[in-house]
């Protein structure tokens, strides 16, 4: 069984934003789950090199194009190291194997006489990278994804591939495969894209302009328009054409932004038509994350959310888990670092890690050191460990980007019925008399073999706190293939060292 996960590949015009961290934790977080599953696991992330915008983002910095991509290549591996995302593979578009492959497309289609040389007046948006009719744009004229870049009037030579005579063709392959394109609204939004005929896409940017991509093989003035080199990537990133690539292929699923649905579901599957290639499994499309109070996040406004700052205030996995459990599927999501630190001191501070530390340091100190044994079970304990196991049993089967928050959700939920169950059963007052020493020990054993199996299934959500819980409960490591069990910690073992695993975060000063 074989799963290819992919994100987009990133512009690197500027640093790392929460868009990027987004998709590729989130990506992340799949392949864990299928990992889990026994799942044969590839993840791609990475970055989109070429275009107009890194080549003149270079040029502010009066960096050459070369020195400048490395740069940036490196700020964004770094970064996703530290979101503790474990991709398999790195994209960058200027690896020779990328170009050639991306040229190789290129003739197949040209020599299909499928892509046409003509003349072309409009309007150019440098955001989206492409030529936009009158209908895409504002009241104002702007681009509405781009309104702070100026809208450019081109006239300019350039390649077209032809997309009508695939129209009905892709429409047909959305009927056949309702899971092409998943959530539903997207795939209502794509259906009404592909409603009215396609103008020919312009594959081709003159030299004159752009130098950063890759040369057209049957015309030297031109490179590859940005897009088309771009989304390539799912394919060359598994070796194609040479490699051993279809199995791969076969199974993959592109993760992607609300914004750059018409690229992914229009123009990647004609060019795929185009060239005579199966298309992708699937595509799984996710809302925005906008500022407090449903503004969009600006520099200017100041409410960016910088994945970095985040992590420097409270480590990595306040970021995994906000980003995770509280994007809305078919709706833009709000974030800020308030809402990011609150969300941490309650769920993860208040409600998770305090309860685990209360408890093992309880049974470090008074069970000598030791996870306690237990004795007989009451129903009190049993209504606990099956909400818990089904709890996290949702993490020993598949989900979807749509379903993670909800996943998790139901952990949070166990994770009270946890406090309370300590609340109720009060083992430290158990522990008081000789009699009810018992009981107290059963009531420990329940609470931290609960807990292991809750952290064993947050190892998909948050890697790094959950292998650190796993170590403090001394907790043996969970088989592969994985699912939900109860009674794996062994009552008498040594508990590990613990620690504050979620230390509290106080608001910055005003
Ligand atoms: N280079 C292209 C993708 C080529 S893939 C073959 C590109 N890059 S990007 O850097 O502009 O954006 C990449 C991703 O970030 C998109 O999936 C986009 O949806 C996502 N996000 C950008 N801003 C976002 C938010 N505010 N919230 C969530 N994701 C958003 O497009």
Redesign the pocket.
């Known amino acids: 069984m074989k799963s290819y996960i992919t994100?987009?590949?990133?512009?690197v015009n500027g640093s790392p934003?929460?868009?990027?961290a987004?998709?590729s934790i989130v990506a992340d977080i799949m392949k864990r789950n299928r990992r889990a599953l026994g799942y044969d696991m590839m993840l791609s992330t990475g970055v989109?090199e070429h275009g107009q915008k890194n080549q003149e983002a270079a040029a502010a910095l009066g960096m050459e194009a070369i020195a400048y991509l490395d740069m940036r290549c490196k700020e964004f591996r770094e970064v996703f190291d530290l979101f503790d995302v474990d991709y398999d593979y790195f994209v960058r578009t200027s690896r020779d194997a990328h170009k050639a492959a991306v040229a190789s497309m290129e003739q197949t289609i040209f020599d299909k006489d499928l892509i046409v040389k003509k003349e072309y007046t409009g309007k150019y948006c440098k955001g989206c990278e492409e030529f936009k009719r009158d209908s895409d744009l504002t009241e104002d004229g702007d681009c509405g994804l781009h309104p702070t870049m100026k809208i450019e009037e081109s006239k300019e030579i350039n390649y077209f591939l032809k997309m009508e005579p695939f129209r009905e063709k892709l429409l047909q392959h959305i009927e056949d495969h309702p899971d092409f394109v998943q959530p539903n609204a997207f795939r209502n939004e794509l259906k009404k894209m592909l409603a009215e005929p396609l103008e020919d896409l312009c594959i081709s940017r003159p030299k004159s302009r752009v130098t950063l991509g890759v040369e057209l093989p049957f015309d030297p003035d031109f490179v590859t328009y940005?897009?088309f080199d771009?989304?390539a990537?799912?394919l060359t990133t598994i070796n194609w054409p040479e490699g051993d690539y279809s199995a791969w292929w076969a199974e993959c699923e592109h993760?992607?932004?609300?914004?750059?649905l018409k690229?992914?579901g229009v123009y990647w599957p004609i060019m795929l038509m185009a060239a005579g290639l199966p298309l992708p499994k699937k595509l799984s499309v996710?809302?925005?994350?906008?500022g407090e109070g449903g503004i969009?996040?600006s520099k200017s406004i100041g409410n960016v959310v910088d994945p970095n700052e985040v992590m420097d205030l409270m480590g990595v996995d306040a970021l995994r888990w906000y980003l995770a459990r509280h994007m809305r599927a078919e709706s833009d999501s709000q974030i800020s670092v308030e809402l990011i630190r609150q969300t941490y001191n309650s769920e993860l501070g208040n409600k998770i890690g305090n309860l685990l530390s209360r408890v093992a340091k309880f049974s470090n100190k008074n069970f000598d050191g030791k996870v306690p044994v237990a004795g007989a079970l009451t129903g009190e304990d049993e209504a606990l460990r099956k909400l818990v196991l089904e709890a996290a049993a949702g993490f020993g089967e598949w989900i979807d980007m749509p379903d993670i928050p909800a996943r998790i959700q139901a952990i949070v939920a166990a994770a009270d019925a946890m406090n309370e169950y300590i609340d109720q059963q009060a083992p430290w007052s158990l522990f008081k008399n000789e009699d009810t020493r018992e009981r107290c020990a059963t009531v420990l054993y329940v609470t931290l073999d609960c807990q292991r199996v809750l952290f064993e299934a947050l190892r998909q959500v948050i890697p790094g706190s959950a292998e650190k819980a796993l170590a403090m409960l001394n907790a043996p490591a969970p088989a592969s293939p994985w699912k939900a069990e109860l009674d794996k910690l062994p009552g008498g073992n040594p508990l590990g060292e613990i620690d504050s695993l979620f230390p509290r975060v106080n608001a910055p000063e005003a």
């Open positions: 994100t987009p590949i990133y512009y934003h929460i868009g990027h987004y998709t989109d940005v897009w771009a989304l990537n799912y993760l992607i932004g609300k914004d750059i690229p992914h996710h809302s925005h994350w906008t969009k996040m």
